[in-house]
């Protein structure tokens, strides 16, 4: 059973970098054709994708949020980091990472694996 988890800061100040990391149990993130992806859900909003690497290593990012985001892996540890420069208070957000056999994962289909989320605020 594959199992993802996210961690990091609860709370970023804003103009900070918001850095998350999901540890990945269960499989690995070097096999199976996967995307390793980063989805978020500001308060009242929907699900929005923000990016992934790929089993590959190649990675790919929302055009909307390209130029802030950054995600890497650490094979070693079977993690998969996001890296979100210069945070506002439209940020705040529940952050979840996923695996997926596709890009631009917004709804959980048979065979997806998502993390529980964590809530990140941005704030002073």
């Known amino acids: 059973q594959v199992q993802l988890q996210e961690s990091g800061p609860g709370l970023v100040k804003p103009s900070q970098t918001l850095s998350l990391t999901c540890t990945v149990s269960?499989?690995?993130?070097?096999?199976?054709?996967?995307?390793w992806s980063w989805i978020r859900q500001p308060p009242g909003k929907g699900l929005e994708w923000m990016g992934a690497?790929?089993?590959?290593?190649?990675?790919y990012y929302s055009p909307s949020l390209k130029s802030r985001t950054s995600i890497s892996r650490d094979t070693s540890k079977n993690q998969f980091t996001l890296q979100l420069i210069s945070v506002t208070p439209e940020d705040t957000a529940v952050y979840y990472c996923?695996?997926?056999?596709?890009?631009?994962?917004?709804?959980?289909?048979?065979?997806?694996?998502w993390g529980q989320g964590t809530q990140v605020t941005v704030s002073s």
């Open positions: 690497i790929h089993y590959s290593g190649n990675t």
């Open positions: 996923a695996r997926a056999a596709r890009m631009g994962v917004t709804t959980p289909r048979a065979g997806d694996y």
């Open positions: 269960g499989g690995s993130i070097t096999t199976g054709y996967y995307y």
